[in-house]
């Protein structure tokens, strides 16, 4: 008898401990909150669905066309917190300004979250293009190009074309006229993207590709109405001859013999055993990987020379940077490799303070499969997520003075935080974050050591993408000459 009292007095005393320690040190022990949570069912968020059909989508527009794109969501979120409900472009829609909640968004995968865009998009886009997709063919496709994107090799071949290109584009330059550094950076990035996916020299195809590229993504955002006339139907069709084009690559590629050591895109996906991977969702793939490629690199490299118009200060570090390591280079008389490009700490710096301000992507949207929980929020299966990168980059939680370029921020401040997103996350995490950094680099690296400019008046635009108004003016002075 005594055993036994003596037992369950012991028993209680440990369970007594056990639950102060609990209580006296609860964030040591999550489970033990997310079951509390658990108790209560997860709430829909507040917010407002706006007007019937069309929800608060006209408001969301003529907020993004404005001066502060942010204001539509900053205005929503003083009242109801960083994560609410509305109705966008015909969904009702969960929004996440709240890093957090945004990152499980991204981290998530097609059992709980799949791909959502416009109507007129996914139009366009094949259905088995990377940007569809999901699961096991989409691991596939995305791992063999972001493996081939991070190679060496391709790096040492983009560092070698983009030296050419800009240099070609840099030669034209002189100082009676003004230079438009959207124009020359989309003239020469859009040669790189198309090099890197399926190996066309300048001389070939490229201006045939040019112009039914353009063609094709004028349609990207109009009426999803696929009738003969309409500018859907003219994208479609100019897609076509673009899939015409890629096949014709494709077969002389097969007849040559398809080598071994990938120097393109299409090389990597016809050299992979996957059944799946046939001629047409390797064509379609490629031009599909031109919509995010085409437009970003120039758009952050236009920036990047918008930011440091208007900061002398940076201006003469990343000029200073960029002059050491030319003079070293010409001592030495070496080419300049891709290391040495990323390796300038305050370059890299003034690129991901550009990518940070100007939120070239603002966010990602997916559609919930299935109901989902994040932090207590429900997002109820069929309506969209909208994880909006921009509000987070400039929330002065995060960052000091959000709305100033300030590289030196980024010093010592860490990239792979959740509160930066510009490249996206998790299984979709842009696979050409390397070559955009790189890109810029060198364009920047030639730019500042052989150019002084004055920049015209320019103002940035927001939507439907981030652009520069009268497409970033500059007039130069080449400081070959002054040397
Ligand atoms: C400054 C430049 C760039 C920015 C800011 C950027 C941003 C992004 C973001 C945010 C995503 C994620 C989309 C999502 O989660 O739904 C993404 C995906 C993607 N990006 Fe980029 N990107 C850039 C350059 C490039 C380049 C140069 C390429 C080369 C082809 C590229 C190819 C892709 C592809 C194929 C995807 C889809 C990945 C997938 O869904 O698996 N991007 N990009």
């Known amino acids: 008898m ?5 037992a369950l007095f012991l028993a209680a005393l440990f369970f007594l401990c056990f639950v102060t320690i609990l209580i006296l040190n609860r964030n040591s022990f999550p489970l033990l909150r997310i079951s509390r949570f658990r108790a209560r069912p997860p709430l829909l968020p507040m917010g407002s669905l706006g007007w019937p059909l069309i929800g608060e989508t006209i408001e969301f527009i003529s907020c993004a066309y404005s001066n502060h794109p942010e204001s539509f969501m900053n205005k929503r979120r003083r009242v109801y917190g960083k994560v609410f409900k509305s109705h966008l472009f015909g969904t009702p829609t969960i929004v996440s300004t709240d890093a957090e909640v945004s990152r499980f968004i991204l981290q998530s995968d097609a059992k709980t979250f799949v791909p959502s865009y416009p109507k007129s998009l996914t139009e366009l886009m094949g259905k088995s293009s990377i940007l569809l997709i999901n699961g096991s063919l ?65 001389a070939e195809d490229m201006e045939f590709l040019k112009q039914q590229f353009q063609k094709f993504i004028s349609g990207l955002m109009s009426l999803p109405l696929n009738l003969p006339g309409t500018r859907l139907h ?25 080598p071994m050591v990938s120097s393109d895109v299409v090389d990597v996906l016809l050299n992979d055993s996957n059944e799946q991977l046939t001629d ?12 995010p490629g085409e437009d970003s690199v120039p758009i952050l490299i236009t920036l990047a020379v918008k930011y440091l118009s208007d900061c002398p200060a940076a201006l003469q570090q990343l000029r200073e940077e960029n002059m050491e ?70 929330d002065e939680s995060h960052y000091d003075r959000p709305y100033e370029f300030y590289p030196w921020r980024w010093q010592d401040k860490d990239t792979s935080s959740c509160n930066f997103t510009p490249f996206g996350g998790g299984q979709r995490l842009c696979p050409g974050l390397d070559l955009a950094r790189l890109e810029a680099s060198i364009f920047l690296h030639h730019l500042v050591t052989q150019f002084s400019w004055v920049a015209e008046e320019d103002r940035v635009v927001n939507f439907p993408t981030v652009r520069m108004k009268r497409k970033m003016p500059i007039w130069v002075k080449s400081s070959r000459l002054e040397s």
């Open 280 to 291: 047409d969702l390797i064509a379609e793939n490629v031009i599909d990987m031109m919509i």
């Open 138 to 202: 989409h691991r596939r496709i995305h791992g063999l190009i972001g493996a081939f994107f991070k190679s060496p090799l391709l790096k040492a071949q983009i560092t070698k074309d983009m030296e050419r290109f800009v240099g070609e584009s840099m030669r034209s330059w002189t100082d009676g006229r003004p230079i438009y550094i959207q124009d020359e950076a989309k003239n020469i990035s859009f040669q790189i993207l198309v090099k890197a996916l399926i190996s066309i020299d300048p």
């Open 325 to 394: 390591l030319k003079r070293s280079n010409d001592r030495l008389g070496e080419q300049l490799c891709w290391t040495d490009y990323l390796s300038l700490p305050f370059t890299q710096s003034v690129i991901t303070e550009t990518l940070r301000m100007g939120n070239i992507i603002i966010g990602v949207m997916r559609k919930a499969v299935r109901d989902v929980e994040i932090r207590g929020y429900l997002i109820p299966k069929g309506w969209c997520a909208f994880a909006y990168f921009r509000l987070v980059h400039l």
């Open 2 to 6: 005594m055993e036994i009292f003596l």
């Open 234 to 258: 003219r994208s479609l069709q100019a897609k076509k001859k673009m899939a015409g084009l890629v096949h014709r690559i494709i077969r002389s590629k097969r007849e040559r013999g398809i």
